[in-house]
Nanobody, 118 residues
Framework: QVQLVESGGGLVQAGGSLRLSCAAS????????MAWYRQAPGKQRELVAN???????NYAISVKDRFLISMDNAKNTVYLQMNSLKPEDTAVYYC????????????WGKGTLVTVSS
């Protein structure tokens, strides 16, 4: 099996910072991309940022220059450093990975809640 386990969510005041982590484990041959998505109440899930093992990154315009995605290839772990948080960043943040395994190619974590108070 393959599992993605997120950690690091919580409650923070506007202007504060949080760091999310997501570790991929199981029978993984290789990883193509890891990403963070988020879903706010009443809204569709949206891409926040993604990263390849080679270090190529993409960011949603709404988080560019505030969030930083990074990846530890040896640990199959992706991080999301979130700075200058705003109330509109409040959402459940999901880790996603497209990878090569016996069990499929696309996997999601269960999500971690980030709440930004004004």
């Amino acid at each position: 099996q393959v599992q993605l386990v997120e950690s690091g969510g919580g409650l923070v005041q506007a202007g504060g910072s949080l760091r999310l982590s997501c570790a991929a484990s199981g029978s993984i041959f290789s990883i193509n991309v890891m990403a963070w998505y988020r879903q706010a109440p009443g809204k569709q899930r949206e891409l926040v940022a993604n990263i390849t093992p080679g270090g190529s990154t993409n960011y949603a315009i709404s988080v560019k220059d505030r969030f930083l995605i990074s990846m530890d290839n040896a640990k199959n772990t992706v991080y999301l450093q979130m700075n200058s948080l705003k109330p509109e960043d409040t959402a459940v943040y999901y880790c996603y990975s497209e990878l090569l395994s016996y069990y499929g190619m696309e996997f999601w974590g269960k999500g971690t809640l980030v709440t930004v108070s004004s």
